[in-house]
């Protein structure tokens, strides 16, 4: 198999965003990925970014990720989410050993992991392994999904998974193929409608040990083991969060096109002013388009130095991760402004459903609500770190 570069990948997935645009009205009505979407995404090689190579995949740089999801979201907000969560997914399966990758990926290195890391389960031990039981909500592209990787508490036995007010021993991902879970669609939400975030029902499954990851993400403070040739050792709670950004970056940038378009061309009716006389909108859009090259930026400085630590063996400090954690959201929050000040100064036809920037801004929105975007946590952690104070947000 010839090497496939993270450059190509980008490439190949520029190429198919315009007719993931065609499709993008379309994925909001099904409220998930059309299956012609997943199926270019497959033939596209693009969910085997993360994937290790002896198992058919590409085992590219973390940066991966952030620029492929990048061109799709410029074009769809939640096929570019999907691209993002299902490779990030694979990168949390390269956490179990080898003989478990080999059981998802050796036979098919496209296959659709999704997951939930909101810890919706319980569990308990039982001879061989753990019985699984739980509710997750938001598990995107779950519809698609030949397994999932599902965060639950574990306990000792049925008497105390059973006890709302007994300790758990702590935290793990559980990792189940399809057959072992129900999908409940309930799916009913304002933005990123086309992500089928739907919940995963799990009753009395058995989970065997060597599917079962101790720690939220694999493992609190470093990677999640020897993965694939690029990205070994980084932190695996960074991975997550920064992971997660290229896709508000290509929402907001496929907002700053429809309006550079519409910028050119609109006339204000009341003023009678042409586009070059519409100083306000110029302000605009320069001021979110700087906005976005920032959080563009901010994010590859510590993609660069996670990956140049990685590849030196250094692992990264507490003070780098809660940088991470800090940086992920203010780069979420900033380009979800960035889509928000542009609808104003867009013109009336710019509600229409037709339109990408409505979907734009509701997706956006939707995003800026997720975990992984809540500055206020990302603030205090970073804080926290730089000032000598122990840790308490879980995603650093």
Partial sequence: ?????????????????????????????????????????????LLRA???????????????VIDTSRELAKACGSTGWCLAICTLHSHIVSGFSRKV?????????????????MPAGRAYAVDGGYCLNGCWDFASTSDHSDYAVLAGLHFDDLEAASDPAAVPRGMMNFLLPRADYAIEDN????????????????????????CALLGAMGSEAGGLGPATRLSEGLPSLAVATLGLTGVAIGIA??????????????????????????????????????????????????????????RQGVEASYEQRARYRRDAAWAIQTC????????PAAGGHAIYTSESLQRSLRDIQAFAAHIVADWDAGAEAYARAMTGLPKVDPLV
């Fill in 1 to 45: 198999m010839s090497e496939v570069t993270r450059s190509e990948l980008v490439e190949r997935a520029r190429k198919l965003a315009p007719a993931i645009a065609e499709r993008a009205c379309e994925c909001e009505e099904l409220r998930r990925l059309p299956d012609e979407t997943m199926a270019e995404l497959k033939r596209a090689g």
């Fill in 50 to 64: 993360f994937v290790a190579p002896e198992f058919g995949g590409y085992g590219l740089e973390i940066g991966t």
């Fill in 101 to 117: 990758q080999a059981d998802v990926f050796e036979n098919d290195p496209d296959a659709v992991v999704c997951g939930v890391f």
């Fill in 187 to 210: 799916w009913f939400v304002s933005g990123m409608k086309g992500t089928g975030s739907k919940q995963v029902v799990v009753k009395d499954a058995f989970v065997a040990t060597e």
């Fill in 253 to 310: 940038e496929g907002a700053l096109e429809f309006f550079r378009a519409r910028l050119e061309t609109k006339v204000r009716v009341t003023s009678a002013k042409t586009s070059g006389q519409q100083l306000g909108a110029q302000l605009r859009y320069a001021k979110s388009a700087a906005e976005v090259d920032a959080a563009e930026l901010i994010v590859h400085r510590d993609l660069d130095e996670m990956t140049r630590n990685a």
């Fill in 336 to 343: 979800a402004k960035a889509v928000a000040r542009l609808q």
